[in-house]
């Protein structure tokens, strides 16, 4: 049963903290992508990787969040400095391919809170 | 998201059927889909419409599109406690560049079925 998995599943932090989550999409899908997820934004497109390159990562604040790909099993999001305004739950989901058809599979996410 | 737009809550006794809207932007979207978001988990795929159909049902699910008014909706017969949950409403990529893959989803319609 191939899924989509995410660490941690959730975190507290302090304000200023370095934060990294980790996403292992489903074997052999070449697509990720990482949302946001809150009650006041809804679900924020936060990055978009293709064969591990970068695509649109437009929704993302470039000041402190960042997002790569060490290798096709791997996908980090990093914050730092974290702030409270971060606080949400992040979600990576993957894709087979990069076609409209194809399904996107969310991982669980990962809650976090900045105090 | 913000261009996708569904009402936030709806609720229905168990038993009924419920229909939840959905607006979109985009009337070259080849696709367009419903995700579920139970309690704690990510989305999930539940049904998709090709442009091309008016209608889809598939067992207690019902879709129906319609073009000219750019208006989807999800019908969920005999509704039951399960299906509460966050629906998602999500149109393809509107430039047929380089994002092809991604999705533009509503900020979800919060559905509490009473029993």
């Known amino acids: 049963d191939a899924r989509v998995t995410q660490t941690p599943r959730h975190k507290v932090t302090e304000m200023g903290q370095e934060v990294t989550m980790r996403c292992q999409p489903i074997l052999g899908h070449n697509t990720v992508f990482w949302y946001r997820q809150t009650m006041m934004q809804g679900l924020e497109l936060l990055a978009y990787f293709r064969n591990r390159a970068p695509l649109d990562d437009s929704g993302m604040p470039k000041d402190r969040f960042s997002a790569e790909m060490p290798d096709a099993t791997l996908a980090t999001l990093k914050i730092q400095p974290s702030e409270p305004r971060d606080s949400a739950v992040y979600f990576c989901?993957?894709?087979?391919?990069?076609?409209?058809?194809?399904?996107?599979?969310f991982g669980p996410g990962t809650r976090l809170t900045v105090l | 998201g913000e261009d996708v737009e569904q009402s936030l809550f709806l609720s229905v006794r168990e038993g009924d059927s419920s229909v939840i809207n959905c607006t979109y932007t985009d009337s070259s979207s080849t696709y367009l889909y419903w995700y579920k978001q139970e309690p704690g988990a990510g989305l999930q795929l539940l049904t998709y419409?090709?442009?091309?159909?008016d209608m889809k049902q598939d067992q207690r699910l019902t879709v129906l599109l319609n073009k000219k008014d750019k208006h989807l909706s999800l019908r969920i017969a005999d509704t039951q406690t399960g299906d509460s949950a966050i629906y998602f409403c999500a149109e393809g990529a509107r430039d047929r560049g380089s994002t092809l893959g991604r999705l533009y989803f509503g900020r979800g319609t919060q559905l509490t079925v009473w029993p």
């Open positions: 989901a993957s894709k087979i391919r990069d076609f409209e058809t194809d399904t996107q599979y």
């Open positions: 419409i090709f442009s091309n159909m």
